[in-house]
C-alpha cells in the first residue's frame, strides 16, 4: 500500500478497542441510520442514499465463519464500494461496506492479482482483509494463495477508465487474525462493484486509506498495511 505512513497515525490513533469474542455480524439490508455517529476522516460518509453502482447492479454475498459468523447479502442500495488498479502485485482492489448503523461495521477488501482494465480472468489469486470497523479486529490472508477467483467479467461503465467488475470465487484456508488469535473463513463469495483504472484510481487512492484509517491503533498501522 502507497501513501505517506505518518500521515494515517493521527487517524489511526483516534480508534482501537480491544480484540472482543467471536461476534455475529450485522448483514441486513437496512437503510442507513442518520443518526449514527461520524466516521473517522478518511473513511467514506455515511449517507441514506448510499449506493455502490449508479446503474443499481452492484452487490456482495459471502458467507462467514470463525471468528465473525454471517451470511452476507448486501445489495446495490445502502452498500458502498470502491475499486481501483493496484501495482504491488499488479491488479486491481475493490472494498465493500455497509451504510453505518449495523450491529459490526464490516469492511471488505479484495485484491486481485494479475487482472487488467477490461480483460476477463479465471483462477486470479485473492487477497482478502476484512476489518470490523472501530475496533482492532483485522483478519487477514496475507497473500493471493488461500483465496481464488474462479470467474471474472468486466464492462464498461460511462466514466472513461471505469468498469463494472464481476467476481465469483472461494477460499480454502481462513484469514487469520493480524494480531491475536482468531480466524476467518469465507468459504464462498461474489461481488460486482467498480474499478477505476485511470491515474486517480492508482495505488493510494480512497480504497487502502479508508481500510487503515478503520484498522485500530496508531500502533498497528504496519500490520494493516501488510494484511492489504
Given amino acids: 500500500m502507497r501513501g505517506n505512513p ?28 442518520p443518526t449514527a455517529p461520524p466516521v473517522v476522516a478518511g473513511a467514506p ?14 452487490y456482495l454475498r459471502a458467507h462467514v465463519a470463525g ?27 475493490l472494498s465493500f461496506q455497509r451504510a453505518a448503523g449495523g450491529a459490526q461495521d464490516l469492511l471488505f477488501v479484495f485484491g486481485l492479482t494479475g487482472v487488467a482494465e477490461g480483460k476477463p480472468g479465471r483462477a486470479i489469486g485473492a ?30 461503465l460511462p466514466t472513461a477508465g ?3 467488475l464481476e467476481a465469483r470465487g472461494f477460499c480454502t484456508q481462513p484469514a487469520h487474525a493480524v494480531r491475536g488469535a482468531g480466524a476467518v473463513l469465507v468459504s ?6 467498480p474499478v477505476n483504472y485511470g491515474p486517480s484510481g492508482a495505488d493510494g487512492g480512497a480504497v487502502p486509506a479508508r481500510a487503515a484509517a478503520a484498522g485500530g491503533a496508531g500502533a498497528h498501522e504496519g500490520a494493516v498495511a501488510s494484511a492489504l
Fill in 6 to 33: 505518518i500521515a494515517l497515525v493521527p487517524v489511526l490513533m483516534s480508534i482501537g478497542v480491544a480484540f472482543g469474542a467471536p461476534v455475529r455480524a450485522e448483514h441486513s439490508s437496512t437503510p442507513a441510520n
Fill in 45 to 58: 460518509t455515511a449517507t441514506a442514499t448510499a449506493a455502490c453502482l449508479p446503474s443499481g447492479d452492484g
Fill in 67 to 93: 471468528a465473525i459468523e454471517a451470511n452476507i447479502d448486501w445489495p446495490n442500495s445502502g452498500t458502498r464500494c470502491e475499486g481501483e488498479a493496484k501495482s504491488s502485485p499488479p491488479g486491481v482492489r
Fill in 127 to 156: 487477497n482478502l482483509t476484512i476489518i470490523v470497523q472501530g475496533s482492532d479486529r483485522i483478519f487477514g490472508t496475507l497473500g493471493d494463495k488461500r483465496c481464488t477467483v474462479d470467474s471474472l467479467a468486466q464492462r464498461p
Fill in 162 to 164: 471505469t468498469y463494472r
Fill in 188 to 193: 464462498t463469495f461474489e461481488f460486482a462493484g
